[in-house]
């Protein structure tokens, strides 16, 4: 079974400071898609960014980018120039190319301060 | 084109009621899917249903709860008899293809 991992619980940034969330997992598949999202205090789950596994480039959404190391499993996500509206929970996620389900890590809290 | 919607927001249930979620999926996505989410946890997959099909429901407790998506409504997640352990939010995420998009999730409360 694929297992993600999250190793901060909690990461503070100054405001327009750039940070970098941690994300290891742990599969035996090939094919795969990696997904950060971000949970704000409204509960609400937003796709922040998405990584397919055959792409060796990085996946990059204006001021979010990743850095996907497949050989060691891993997909980071930086955040630059933050802003106080980036503070929330973020959550790797990990989905089977062939699957549907999507396999969550423990979540990072992340705060921004002005 | 309006978002995956989940009412309601907030449900209040006394031990051994039970407690019905509802999820419309967004329009187009025929693929649906149930997460739960305890206090400081992340989702964890209850289960994936396609129209009036449950596809994998091998997250979903074998008692007690039980999901439907039927061909016309919402897709509806049951909990009978409830009890303080499912407290929690409770997550519905439709798809097309490889995205999943969510709605905001129903916090159920057991008291």
């Known amino acids: 079974a694929q297992t993600v991992t999250q190793s901060q619980p909690e990461m503070s940034v100054q405001e327009a400071e750039t940070v970098t969330l941690s994300c290891t997992y742990d599969t035996s598949e090939s094919d795969y898609y990696l997904f950060w999202y971000k949970q704000p205090p409204s509960r609400q789950m937003i796709l922040v960014i998405r990584q397919e596994a055959y792409k060796q480039q990085n996946a990059t959404e204006n001021r979010f980018s990743v850095n996907f190391q497949k050989a060691a499993k891993s997909f980071s996500l930086k955040i630059s120039d933050s802003q106080l509206g980036d503070a929330a929970m973020y959550f790797c996620a990990y989905r089977s190319a062939g699957g549907n389900k999507l396999v969550f890590g423990a979540g990072t809290i992340l705060r921004v301060k002005s | 084109n309006a978002g995956v919607m989940q009412n309601p927001r907030h449900l209040v249930r006394r031990r051994g009621q039970e407690a019905r979620l509802r999820c419309s999926p967004m329009k187009g996505h025929s693929h649906v899917y149930w997460y739960r989410q305890l206090p400081e946890e992340g989702l964890k997959f209850m289960v994936y249903?396609?129209?009036?099909?449950?596809?994998?429901e091998s997250g979903m407790p074998k008692e007690r709860f039980s999901a439907e998506f039927p061909k016309e409504g919402p897709s509806i997640l049951r909990i009978q008899q409830v009890v303080r352990g499912d407290s929690a939010a409770y997550f519905c995420a439709s798809s097309y293809r490889i995205e999943a998009f969510f709605g905001q999730g129903t916090r159920l409360t057991v008291v």
């Open positions: 249903l396609q129209k009036e099909n449950i596809i994998d």
